[in-house]
């Protein structure tokens, strides 16, 4: 199992990657439509990111099946507007944008190994 402070290290570095080069959401119909049906602003979804702990931690690092040469991501869900929200993010390649791949209503149920109820 993953180590919390291997997660805590790869938000922290998420986090200053956005602040200094920002973030690219992939264009995907499914990413698109969890805007309207969560009724939120880009921006406001920037923000979630932001706002990732990891407690929110799903699975990862995972290595790109499409593309190797890609850096690992890492899977989040998070609670927003009383719907589970899956995240699928990398910090990108160096000296570029932090990438999310993934921002979008849950498709499957998601566990949470990191966090103690």
Do not use: W
Request: glycine share 2%; net charge neutral; charged share 30%.
């Amino acid at each position: 199992m993953i180590a919390k402070e291997e997660v805590d290290q790869f938000l922290r570095q998420m986090k200053e990657k956005i602040a200094v080069f920002d973030v690219v959401f992939r264009y995907r119909d499914k990413n698109l439509a969890a805007l309207v049906e969560l009724d939120i602003t880009p921006t406001a979804r920037k923000a979630c990111l932001l706002q990732l702990a990891a407690e929110d931690y799903y699975s990862g690092p995972n290595k790109d099946t499409y593309d190797a040469s890609l850096p690992d991501y890492y899977e989040f869900g998070i609670a927003l507007k009383k719907r589970t929200v899956y995240i699928k993010i990398s910090l990108g390649k160096v000296n570029k944008p932090v990438d999310c791949l993934s921002f979008h209503l849950a498709e499957f149920p998601i566990t949470y190994p990191l966090k103690h109820n």
